[in-house]
């Protein structure tokens, strides 16, 4: 992974390569449900706007 905040669902696993630091993507397990939720809602065709609307009545909050 090459920087910046991992998308949701995701965090950032550090490790080493030999002589390199590598740092790279792994499920963040109590993400992953609403993740994937988000993605069948928009496969569905229900746009961000409205998903983000229906979380937010359901009280699910963003990591910030």
């Not at 992974?1 to 630091?21: A, L, T």
């Not at 988000?38 to 229900?46: D, K, N, Q, R």
Request: hydrophobic letters at 30%; one cysteine or more; glycine letters at 10%.
């Amino acid at each position: 992974f090459n920087g910046g905040n991992p998308p949701y669902g995701y965090e950032i696993e550090k490790g080493e390569d030999g002589k390199r630091k590598r740092r790279k993507l792994k499920i963040n397990e109590s993400e992953a449900p609403i993740a994937k939720q988000i993605f069948e809602l928009c496969t569905s065709g229900m746009s961000a706007k409205e998903i983000v609307k229906k979380f937010a009545v359901e009280g699910i909050k963003n990591r910030k």
